[in-house]
């Protein structure tokens, strides 16, 4: 049995959907040379955030659990299920000069799933662009970092100045409703004359861009606590286990689960390390495994590295051949290394 994420825009699926049902037109030619390779072998595609709550989930030994996940945009959704539609986001080598419009588009972008006896069942989705598209539309087109670069918004945030949170729209409370939290359709309303991206030659930690940087992390924070509340209103759970590439954002899911535990709501909060899509061949196989094939074996304790682990003798002979050489005292270099502003990368165990 082999389970796939999402093959493309007319690979529509709640949970998971034979692939021999997909029209063969709607995949891409390396998906169509991908499945001839596999032809005699069962094959799934599975729903995108059934995959991600897969990963928040089964790793972790949990019997019942609220689930979040809180992605830019999933499985693309039917349109006569929906009326919304998400922002254009632009082109990914595109930066700035994107006004805030709907585009013909409508997929999955914040859901809630109940774990319960091994099952995963979903409690409500939004299918409007949210907190992730603002994210992502700030980092992008305002600051300039570019494509999937979200994480240095975040380390830019503590550059801010929390007291010029008034230079920039504040959100209402009625933004965050239950599973929506459409903050780019509000300042799509309030026709907020954005500022244009920050030019490559000015750092990103000047004004006004650090104080941009804080005004969407506060957002951010906002907007994941709200969810992370309503997530465990609907799904009953009191461990609350969080997915997607939203969710990668330390700060705000770790505020999320210092305000929900300090209000009782929940008793622990897990977060899947590959919350990305990277971890959609992870989340693929549990699908495959525990709903299709009703697997009922635990997950290895190991729930992050789930690599190979490298022969020590084979890689240390490899880098000596190309001129490498091994220090007397490693852990001193390298320490002396970080003390001089060098960029160490350190290789450890499986990956």
Request: charged residues 25%; aromatic residues 8%.
């Amino acid at each position: 049995l082999v389970c796939v994420d999402k093959l493309g825009s007319r690979t529509m699926t709640r949970s998971t959907r034979a692939a021999s049902d997909v029209a063969p037109e709607a995949w891409q030619p390396e998906e169509s040379a991908f499945f001839g390779a596999l032809e005699g072998t069962p094959v799934h595609v599975v729903n995108h955030h059934l995959a991600h709550a897969a990963t928040a989930s089964y790793p972790f030994h949990l019997d019942e659990a609220s689930i979040l996940v809180v992605d830019g945009s999933g499985t693309d959704w039917p349109g006569d299920e929906s009326p919304d539609r998400l922002i254009d986001m632009g082109g990914r080598d595109r930066a700035g000069d994107c006004p805030l419009r709907f585009r013909e588009r409508r997929a999955e972008t914040q859901s809630i799933f109940r774990l319960r006896d091994g099952r995963l069942e979903r409690c409500a989705v939004s299918t409007r662009s949210g907190v992730g598209h603002f994210y992502s539309y700030v980092s992008k087109h305002l600051i300039g970092f570019g494509h999937l670069q979200e994480g240095k918004l975040m380390g830019l945030a503590g550059w801010g100045d929390g007291s010029r949170l008034g230079d920039f729209p504040s959100f209402p409370d009625a933004v965050f409703d239950g599973i929506e939290t459409p903050l780019l359709e509000h300042l799509m309303r309030l026709e907020w004359p954005m500022p244009p991206v920050r030019p490559d030659h000015i750092v990103a930690t000047e004004s006004p861009w650090c104080h941009l940087g804080f005004w969407a992390q506060h957002w951010l924070e906002r907007s994941i606590v709200h969810l992370a509340r309503e997530a465990v209103r609907r799904a009953g759970g009191r461990t609350l286990g969080a997915a997607g590439g939203v969710m990668l954002n330390v700060v705000a899911n770790r505020l999320a689960r210092d305000t929900l535990m300090a209000e009782g709501l929940i008793d622990d909060m897990v977060v899947q390390p590959a919350s990305s899509d990277a971890g959609m061949p992870l989340g693929a196989a549990l699908i495959g495994y525990h709903h299709l094939l009703d697997g009922r074996a635990r997950f290895q304790d190991n729930t992050v590295y789930l690599g190979p682990i490298p022969d020590e003798d084979e890689a240390e002979a490899f880098l000596l051949e190309r001129g490498a050489t091994r220090p007397d005292d490693l852990a001193s270099t390298v320490a002396d290394l970080l003390l001089s502003n060098r960029i160490v990368g350190w290789w450890q165990g499986p990956s």
